[in-house]
């Protein structure tokens, strides 16, 4: 049972994909990884995924995410595929793709990266002599 | 030798509860700054800390009020060393499986010491397995798994 209350998680239905944005900083708790995990799994049911493309954890505003956080993103990405659509993870900076490398998760998420590293790498990949 | 160089030190000993033992980390994290550590130091710090403070108030003190956990921190300008105590039975880091194994890869758990090991320099338990030493040393980031 998850305990009462806390920061909600911003949630929306954007043209049949949830985006789903945790409202803290960090998700290293492991109160507040269930409360993160508790808001999404509502979104999730078999009802409400069959009219769902695809699920998105928007982690833009996010700046590290621990062992707990990775546990319910696991199970998110469970409950999700067993619903029958597929989960990404947006936004995600460079301290918690760190994480993600060194689990090896990256072999399982579907990841993209913050809009300010993309157009780093952009710019990497029109200029590489710049550092 | 200034002032503003010397080596900060914290030693103080916690209840079992995480809440208490995750805010500490931030006194470590203020002296790493005010030492201009990088950014990514400090991140690898703090989950580094948050990963082991919950270990030994949930695994090692199994979370009893009557159970204590001391932690011990200081950092200069080039090193900082966390030691935390629990008053568990301990454990043997050896023996926690690999959750990067194909078979652990989706289940959830079990990846804190493997994140402590990854993100810090330097490990080690003591041989009763309720004290980790880790030490951060400054700009001395190894590449994560599978980054060339």
New interface residues.
Partial sequence: MVPSRREKTDIRLDDSVLVVAPTTKSISTRKHAKYFSADVAEHLTPTAVSRLRRVVIDLSGVQWVSSAGLNELIHLHSLARSAGTEMHLLGVCEAIRDVLRITRLERIFDVELSSWESASRSAEELNPSAS | MPADNAAWTLRREIPSE??IG?ELVEELIAAMTERDWPP?DL??T??AY??AI?NAI?HGNRCDPNKTVLVEMSCDDDRAVITITDQGDGFDPTAVPD??SDEL?????G??V??IG??MNEVAYNDRGNQITMTKIKGENPP????E
């Fill in positions: 995480t809440t995750s990514a991140f690898r703090q989950l948050q990963e919950v949930r959750p990067r890869l989706e289940v959830p758990g990846r804190g493997l994140l990854e993100l994560s798994d599978g980054n």
